[in-house]
């Protein structure tokens, strides 16, 4: 009975040690405790302390119940980063096969993801948070996989029907990518759905208005139109930079987040150096698209539907 109390004790005690995060004191403060208890025991007189042999019982069974839960806490962590290492490769693979279908390149996404990751930061997200956007919002438009190729690459504005199906990429990706239970793939199926919702209710596929949007989705949003506009497409070619950020500008409010709109325009230059460092298929930036602030104020915000 006393070896089963206090083997008792010991998972008991090594199960503060776990929360507490203090395994390497832990073996010294329980022999220290108990040769104290044997002390006061021993004292008194009213009980009989416990021999010798009974403490080093106990600090044989205390010392394998930690090394046990060590060895386990080492595979968890192990567990993790195999977890990990496997979404990392699943959104990749998934990354690969949606741009054997768009015309949007890999660097169009890859950008994407870093802006977005930029863009969190700046918004107050903490880091973690900002690391599985960069991971999640290349995939945005991973349900352009179900779109017929006569719509998805027709060069040239989309009939009323022909929107009607492009749209439904928000909720295939969503689809495709929602019910793993995985963090990762989770927030890429949240992105997936909201990146096409608009600050004041008019975007689709559920009209959600303002702060009910997402803030993955608003903030992929304003960072996939911005580099949109800046690339060409087979419908468009790419706009100046001073075009894009009075497009930008002028839907704060309207399309975008305007608190998020602030954020990007203080930080613009990085954006901008995201996108000069990453492009590599892009029509080079002309002397035309320097930052030229005058031009942006004036330019003329014309609404753009973006697939």
Known sequence: MDIVVMRAGALLVADAAHLAGYWPALLTAALAAAVAVREVLRRRTLVAPPPPDRLTEMSRILATEVAQRRRSEVMLVSARAQLGEAQSQMINRLRSASALRDNETASHT???????????LLAGCDAEFAD?????????DVGKIGIPDAILLKPGPLAPAEWDVMKTHTTIGAGILMGSGLPLLD??????????????????PRALK???????????????????????RPYKEPWPLSRALAHITGEAGAHFDPNLVRLFMDQIQDFVAIRERDRDEEAMLGADQALDWEEMASAQVIPLPMR
């Open 110 to 120: 890859d950008r994407v993801g870093q802006m977005a990751r930029h863009l969190a």
């Open 132 to 140: 599985q956007l960069a991971l999640a919002a290349p995939l945005h």
């Open 187 to 204: 927030l890429a199926a949240e992105v997936a759905l909201s990146h096409h919702e608009r600050w004041n209710g008019q975007g689709y």
């Open 210 to 232: 303002g702060p009910a949007i997402p803030l993955s989705g608003r903030i992929v949003a304003l960072v996939d139109v911005f580099d949109a506009l800046m690339s060409a």
